[in-house]
């Protein structure tokens, strides 16, 4: 079939016209293939960089001139499991099931722990056990010292989740569709809370004043009290679901979505603003009342935070996924495109750049599992069947496209209404 560029226009409709629905549970980032890319938030500590990369190491670098101080492989890559640093030892999760603690000085392995599943997820640290779940649905608390398994809690489904541990409480989500609440000794259920789609949150959940802040694959971020389990208020974004908890600052809500906008919010879940970039965005950072924060569409932006308009932006080659850290004027992030970069906080100006030596990996479309269903007036349209499938070709500028060549197969779904009259789903809310 000849690749077709896909618009709305040969169809006659308009962007009201045509919902996003989800079809298939989320899969994506398991089928991340061998290569560079760092799908990372950074570790910075002393000066040093950890990050884990698709090509199986984790890497320690100097964040003054990017030199290596030493890498550690494991036998799988290394995805969305960010560094995290507790009393010397870093930890970090791999696709190859295990659990690793490394020595943040030398770069040896001190132990690791094997799960029956990938791990894409980070550790939440506290009180001598580190938590965190897996592909195999497990939650799991071990000693931080030697591996030792402390307790284990199953769910119902798999888990890409990082933790919080909150007043004696492990929080967690599952793509079982419920976020738990377990006693952080003994691993005891205490309660769960039921959302409509899976709950994939990259960085530890946001909770203040006894609320617990989370989205969801249902488009819903939910503001729910954790003594009595209630939901104080629900805000609803876009199309591809959320995959983080938001950001507090100075009493409002930063929430980032996978279908590339950046909310600001107030403590009761009302928009005051928002931006708007190409794909998946990337939690933000705060740093003198600017926001950094990166997109799929290769940038990393510099707001102002009253309005988010960008002071400036820095292109990469590859999705910037993750949030940035900032030291000594320095904003540091990571790319798809196989680098670490460094740049000036205030100017955007490129300081240096540290590639992992390899090409980027593969990865399936953000799409993948997701139909576009078009609701066209029958006097509008001609087709032979109410279904087709309609090939895609992306454009050479597409961030799927320029990195991996792939093609989307995209399930588009019409419904026929009389009278030219469109149909609208009362769930649907604009901003």
């Not at 032979?384 to 799927?400: A, F, Q, V």
């Amino acid at each position: 079939m000849e690749d077709k560029k896909f618009t709305f226009d040969e169809f006659s409709t308009e962007l009201q016209d045509f919902k996003i629905r989800k079809v298939s549970k989320f899969d994506r980032m398991w089928k991340v293939g061998y290569g560079g890319s760092v799908d990372q938030k950074l570790l910075l500590h002393d000066g040093v960089i950890y990050f884990g990369c698709c090509d199986h190491h984790v890497y320690a670098i100097s964040a003054k001139d990017a030199g290596l101080a030493w890498k550690f492989e494991a036998r799988a890559p290394i995805g969305e499991s960010s560094p995290v640093l507790y009393k010397g030892t870093i930890y970090i999760g791999s696709y190859d099931y295990n659990m690793y603690a490394i020595d943040s000085r030398s770069g040896k392995l001190k132990w690791k722990f094997k799960t029956r599943g990938e791990i894409g997820s980070s550790v939440c640290a506290s009180n001598g056990i580190v938590y965190f779940g897996s592909r195999d649905r497990i939650v799991y608390a071990l000693r931080a010292d030697d591996g030792s398994l402390v307790w284990k809690f199953e769910t119902n489904d798999e888990i890409m989740s990082t933790p919080a541990v909150h007043g004696g409480k492990v929080f967690i989500g599952s793509f079982d569709h419920n976020l738990y609440c377990l006693d952080a000794m003994t691993g005891k259920p205490e309660w769960k809370f039921a959302t409509q789609q899976e709950i994939y949150n990259a960085d530890s959940f946001l909770i203040h004043g006894g609320i617990i802040y989370f989205g969801s694959f249902d488009n819903y971020l939910r503001a729910v009290r954790i003594e009595d389990r209630m939901e104080l208020w629900r805000f609803r974004t876009g199309i591809y679901g959320i995959a983080a908890s938001p950001v507090l600052h100075k009493n409002r809500l930063y929430q980032q979505t996978r279908d590339g906008i950046l909310y600001a919010l107030t403590m009761d879940g009302k928009p005051l603003w928002k931006f708007v970039t190409r794909e998946v965005i990337a939690l933000p950072v705060i740093h003198q009342d600017k926001i950094y924060v990166g997109s799929a569409d290769h940038n990393m932006y510099c707001l102002n935070i009253e309005d988010g308009r960008v002071f400036w932006k820095f292109q990469a080659q590859g999705g910037v996924w993750w949030c940035p850290v900032i030291w000594k004027d320095v904003v540091y992030f990571s790319s798809w495109d196989c680098h670490v970069y460094a740049a000036d906080k205030d100017t955007g100006e490129e300081v240096w750049r540290f590639n992992t030596g390899s090409g980027p990996s593969s990865i399936p479309p953000l799409s993948e599992g997701f139909e576009v269903e078009l609701k066209i007036p029958k006097r509008e349209i001609r087709l032979e069947e109410e279904r087709k499938h309609y090939e895609l070709g992306l454009s050479e500028g597409d961030e799927n496209a320029s990195a991996y060549k792939s093609r989307i197969t995209y399930q588009v779904s019409t419904q026929y209404v009389e009278k030219g009259k469109y149909q609208v789903d009362s769930d649907e809310e604009g901003f």
